[in-house]
């Protein structure tokens, strides 16, 4: 059974970093597509950003673009989501995903399992 863990959320202020990482079992890590997604009270779940199983193709949300970075290690069955210039907006519990496909998806259907997601609380 696939098992995925969310860790290195928290609380920073605006303009700090954060590092999430999201550490994955139960099956083949590298043959698969990873993404990030997030969600804030009273809103839906949004995408964030995502890799192929390679890593060598990536996508990310206009909002996170140019502060975020997503990248993985097939060796260590780990994703990471590098946080740079943290924004109040990006308040939300981030959940890691893993894809049924190998290629990259913004579409929260193509994911198939999902973490427990960890809380990024940004203050002003």
């Known amino acids: 059974q696939v098992k995925l863990v969310e860790s290195g959320g928290g609380l920073v202020q605006a303009g700090g970093s954060l590092r999430l990482v999201c550490t994955a079992s139960?099956?083949?890590?590298?043959?698969?597509?990873m993404g990030w997604f997030r969600q804030a009270p009273g809103n839906q779940r949004e995408f964030v950003a995502a890799?192929?199983?390679?890593?060598?193709?990536?996508g990310y949300a206009d909002s996170v673009k140019g502060r975020f970075t997503i990248s993985r290690d097939n060796a260590k069955n780990t994703l990471d989501l590098q946080m740079n210039s943290l924004k109040p907006e990006d308040t939300a519990v981030y959940y890691c995903?893993?894809?049924?496909?190998?290629?990259?998806?913004?579409?929260?259907?193509?994911?198939?399992?999902w973490g427990q997601g960890t809380q990024v609380t940004v203050s002003s």
């Open positions: 890799s192929s199983w390679s890593g060598r193709s990536t």
């Open positions: 995903a893993d894809s049924s496909r190998s290629y990259y998806s913004d579409n929260y259907a193509d994911y198939t399992y």
């Open positions: 139960g099956r083949t890590f590298s043959g698969y597509a």
